[in-house]
């Protein structure tokens, strides 16, 4: 079946560090891929998202490629900020599957001043 | 723009009793959708829903039930509260096409005690 698995953390990072967070995963489709961030206390939100192979998902400084061939779909920043502490999530969409989502289990990240 | 909302934020109950936590969306999404977010966890996928009037389980059905009488409306019953279902819980929707993200709601805490 479908699956995402990504990076265990805690990741802490000094600010204006670079950021990976790795995700791979598992589809027996043509999934979508998507990143999504949770800061405390709230929901969800999507924070960048890639439909097709190559494809490259950016928004607010992170950015992420979809790579078919290593079924890979790794977030990064090339300078984080403190703003950025939160909880990242990689996840997959298959139309066939009834738009279920998959998430991984989620990132947190630190960035300290 | 509400987009998705769930209420109560917060709720505690004793074991034993029963609680409906409301979810609402404003954005004429068909598909719908309940996760349960353990602490350090990723999210676990409880029930679904295509349309209205249609349901299905998820992951982790035991001890919920559902309905989707309209497009708005998705809520999620707990009959027999237990220690275990204590958890955030999160109502998500979308519009259920290949490469559309789910939107989430800020979430319920719920404790059972």
């Known amino acids: 079946g479908d699956s995402v698995t990504q990076m265990e953390g805690p990741v802490t990072l000094s600010e204006e560090a670079f950021l990976t967070i790795n995700c791979t995963y598992t589809a027996t489709g043509y999934p979508s891929l998507f990143w999504y961030v949770q800061y405390p206390g709230e929901g969800l939100q999507l924070l960048l998202k890639a439909t097709k192979a190559d494809d490259k998902g950016s928004n607010k400084g992170f950015e992420a490629t979809y790579r078919k061939e290593t079924t890979s779909f790794h977030l990064e920043k090339g300078s984080v900020q403190v703003s950025d502490s939160a909880v990242y999530f990689c996840a997959l969409s298959e139309s066939n599957t009834g738009n279920q989502f998959y998430f991984g289990t989620g990132t947190s990240l630190t960035v300290i001043p | 723009n509400a987009g998705v909302t769930q209420t109560p934020k917060f709720r505690i109950l004793k074991i034993g009793q029963s609680m409906t936590l409301q979810c609402t969306q404003d954005?004429?999404?068909?598909?719908m959708y309940w996760y349960r977010q353990d602490p350090g966890m990723g999210l676990k996928l409880i029930y679904y829903s295509v349309g209205a009037g249609i349901t299905d389980k998820g992951e982790v059905p035991n001890g919920y039930n559902v309905s989707r009488s309209t497009t708005e409306d998705f809520p999620l019953r707990l009959e027999l509260a237990a220690p275990s279902q204590t958890s955030v819980y999160f109502c998500?929707?979308?519009?259920?096409?290949?490469?559309?993200?789910?939107?989430f709601g800020d979430g319920t805490r719920l404790s059972i005690l």
């Open positions: 954005m004429n999404h068909n598909y």
């Open positions: 998500a929707s979308s519009l259920g096409l290949g490469g559309q993200p789910q939107h």
